[in-house]
């Protein structure tokens, strides 16, 4: 029997690099005149960095926060990987041969995205059909997260799937996932156990259980062949290939054939802080956009729908005349403007929840529908809360969907990830219940962004949004009301700084394309796309102007490449359109990037 995928641990099993990772440890104490030992390197072997950063602290006395000790880490063991990679022996050889039988990849490594990137990228395009790394997942090997999330991108059940691994942490985070597990012992012993099979090499794995035991494979097709229908005969989407590019992620078509996919209808939030961005940004691209949300409303209680503190209706006027004349519908977005709590209580009131969706309808009258982003009952109330709060936003958004099709407005919600079909802790917010919801409302929107927030990393990593999206078309039912939201935007996060710095030096912020395309220019650094996350990154460093610190800055964004690729996920996946987070943010590259496969628009729809 074939397996439905095989899911490969990455240091010491396709790459010999446990050696540099023990290097770099050695080196690391001794900067700060501790001592460090085999036995101690051994014990981390396999370990999610974070852990490794934290005993590193213990027992090596290494003084840096655990964000700094994994960037040195990684800054060291991707300096080595770039002089020389260290393949161990059979594993491309392996995996070109899965491959060619068309058995999905996926890599499952506890190393950070931009050390994955540095392998992934020296091997052939599509290797690897999903990525799943340690900046990834919240819980580290020996957990079974890892492996569960690289079925999951797959779409494939984790006990049909082949895990690879090479230490005793990695073995138990497959085992436990369900995988049939294959040790295969590089730097640490494996003993024999329950769960898995002890091999000496990778090509002493049995043939028959990885389904290459045929030899008929693709023997007379063509490399360009064998590709194609890779991506398309395995039933995976290309989502998940798309990411592996190097820049653009191109549907795969012979030149002067028609696109496989429909060309995709595009919407915009437009945020009140860079309405005057925005405006000139919806004079020069307004003809492409289907909806754009104006985003200056929120609700202070259950009678008053009122404009954001900041602004006037005056400073409305010139970004509405460029809405409308653009000829997309305008839906202006309503914002949840009370404390913790207070949504959740009005929308248990009957008689404050008819009160509140009078409100909105009186609201939307001079529109073309609203565009509901209540965020307090998900996110500032407990968890515990969230079973009784469920119907009562149900009733909420189905009393409001029948109020404002009576006038024949259009009704969007826009909600969260999920991430299963279930309602526990691990299944995102549930709370909104996307089911329901989809049932009344026009459109759902995902905000398939935010993944990394507190800690450098990606910020909708291309699998991750893959899974958001295959989640959100199961419940929703009906894929023409899904708008996938893309990020415009990124992080810039603080990793190491020399000297000692004023109390106003920037911590993190979140620049938009706008300002990367500046920070760019200013420091003369230049992005690398990565080929796992489908994003760009760069470093720079920040002298703060007075000689008394430098600060060494990680910025992940996304990038033109990174917004087409979310705009062909969307084409692949045949969901109602893509809004874009957020008008004014952007950059004359975006538009370029996706003028080819935006959809015409036709006159707007009501109910």
């Given at each position: 029997m074939r397996p439905a995928a095989v899911l490969w641990d990455m240091d010491g099993t396709i790459v010999d690099t446990e050696p540099y990772w023990i290097e770099c440890e050695f080196e690391l104490v001794e900067q700060f005149g501790d001592s460090w030992d085999v036995d101690k390197a051994h014990a981390l072997v396999g370990s999610d960095l974070r852990d490794t950063a934290?005993?590193?602290?213990?027992?090596?006395?290494?003084?840096?926060?655990?964000?700094?000790?994994?960037?040195?880490?990684?800054?060291?063991?991707?300096?080595?990987?770039?002089?020389?990679?260290?393949?161990?022996?059979?594993?491309?050889?392996?995996?070109?041969?899965?491959?060619?039988?068309?058995?999905?990849?996926?890599?499952?490594?506890?190393?950070?995205?931009?050390?994955?990137?540095?392998?992934?990228?020296?091997?052939?395009?599509?290797?690897?059909?999903?990525?799943?790394?340690?900046?990834?997942?919240?819980?580290?090997?020996?957990?079974?997260?890892?492996?569960?999330?690289?079925?999951?991108?797959?779409?494939?059940?984790?006990?049909?799937?082949?895990?690879?691994?090479?230490?005793?942490?990695?073995?138990?985070?497959?085992?436990?996932?369900?995988?049939?597990?294959?040790?295969?012992?590089?730097?640490?012993?494996?003993?024999?156990?329950?769960?898995?099979?002890?091999?000496?090499?990778?090509?002493?794995?049995?043939?028959?259980?990885?389904?290459?035991?045929?030899?008929?494979?693709?023997?007379?097709?063509?490399?360009?062949?064998?590709?194609?229908?890779?991506?398309?005969?395995?039933?995976?989407?290309?989502?998940?290939?798309?990411?592996?590019?190097?820049?653009?992620?191109?549907?795969?078509?012979?030149?002067?054939?028609?696109?496989?996919?429909?060309?995709?209808?595009?919407?915009?939030?437009?945020?009140?802080?860079?309405?005057?961005?925005?405006?000139?940004?919806?004079?020069?691209?307004?003809?492409?956009?289907?909806?754009?949300?104006?985003?200056?409303?929120?609700?202070?209680?259950?009678?008053?729908?009122?404009?954001?503190?900041?602004?006037?209706?005056?400073?409305?006027v010139a970004f509405a005349a460029a809405a409308t004349a653009s000829g997309a519908a305008v839906i202006p977005t309503v914002t949840d403007g009370t404390g913790a709590g207070t949504m959740a209580a009005l929308l248990a009131d009957p008689a404050a929840r008819s009160t509140h969706v009078q409100a909105l309808v009186t609201i939307a009258r001079g529109y073309d529908g609203l565009d509901i982003d209540y965020e307090n009952f998900a996110f500032s109330d407990a968890y515990a809360t969230w079973e009784a709060t469920r119907p009562n936003w149900v009733a909420f958004i189905q009393e409001l969907a029948t109020a404002l099709h009576g006038e024949g407005k259009l009704l969007v919600v826009t909600i969260p990830p999920v991430y299963d079909t279930e309602r526990t802790p691990d299944s995102g917010r549930w709370v909104y219940d996307p089911e329901a919801i989809g049932a009344v409302a026009d459109f759902v929107r995902v905000m398939a962004y935010d993944y990394s927030v507190e800690l450098p990393g990606p910020i909708a990593p291309i699998t991750w949004v893959q899974q958001v999206v295959h989640t959100t078309k199961q419940l929703v039912g009906d894929d023409s009301k899904i708008q996938l939201g893309i990020p415009l935007y990124g992080r810039n996060w603080v990793t190491a700084t020399t000297g000692t710095c004023p109390a106003d030096t920037p911590g993190r912020v979140s620049p938009t394309q706008l300002e990367v395309a500046d920070l760019l220019q200013r420091y003369a650094v230049k992005p690398t796309h990565s080929p796992v996350t489908g994003e760009a990154v760069f470093t720079y460093q920040r002298p703060d102007g007075t000689g008394a610190c430098t600060q060494t800055r990680e910025v992940h964004y996304m990038d033109a490449a990174g917004v087409r690729a979310r705009l062909d996920l969307a084409r692949t996946e045949r969901i109602g359109g893509v809004v874009l987070w957020a008008m004014g943010f952007d950059t004359a590259d975006t538009w370029a990037a996706i003028a080819d496969v935006s959809r015409p628009r036709a006159p707007v729809a009501t109910p």
């Open positions: 934290r005993l590193m602290q213990d027992l090596g006395g290494v003084r840096l926060e655990v964000d700094d000790i994994i960037n040195r880490l990684l800054d060291g063991v991707v300096q080595r990987v770039r002089r020389e990679v260290p393949w161990r022996a059979g594993a491309r050889e392996l995996l070109a041969e899965l491959n060619d039988a068309e058995i999905p990849c996926a890599l499952v490594t506890m190393s950070w995205t931009r050390f994955a990137d540095a392998v992934v990228s020296v091997l052939p395009e599509g290797t690897f059909a999903a990525v799943i790394s340690g900046d990834m997942v919240t819980n580290g090997k020996p957990h079974p997260e890892p492996y569960l999330a690289g079925a999951r991108a797959l779409r494939v059940p984790p006990q049909h799937c082949v895990a690879i691994e090479d230490s005793p942490t990695g073995v138990r985070s497959a085992v436990a996932a369900g995988c049939i597990t294959f040790a295969v012992p590089n730097v640490v012993d494996i003993a024999p156990g329950a769960g898995y099979t002890v091999v000496p090499s990778l090509a002493d794995i049995p043939r028959s259980v990885l389904g290459l035991d045929s030899g008929k494979h693709s023997a007379t097709r063509t490399p360009q062949q064998r590709h194609r229908r890779r991506l398309v005969g395995t039933g995976l989407t290309l989502a998940a290939v798309l990411g592996l590019g190097a820049g653009a992620a191109l549907l795969v078509r012979e030149k002067g054939t028609p696109p496989p996919y429909p060309d995709m209808a595009v919407s915009t939030w437009a945020p009140y802080w860079e309405l005057p961005a925005a405006t000139a940004s919806i004079a020069a691209n307004g003809g492409t956009l289907h909806q754009v949300s104006p985003f200056w409303y929120t609700a202070v209680d259950a009678a008053t729908v009122a404009y954001a503190a900041n602004i006037t209706v005056d400073d409305t």
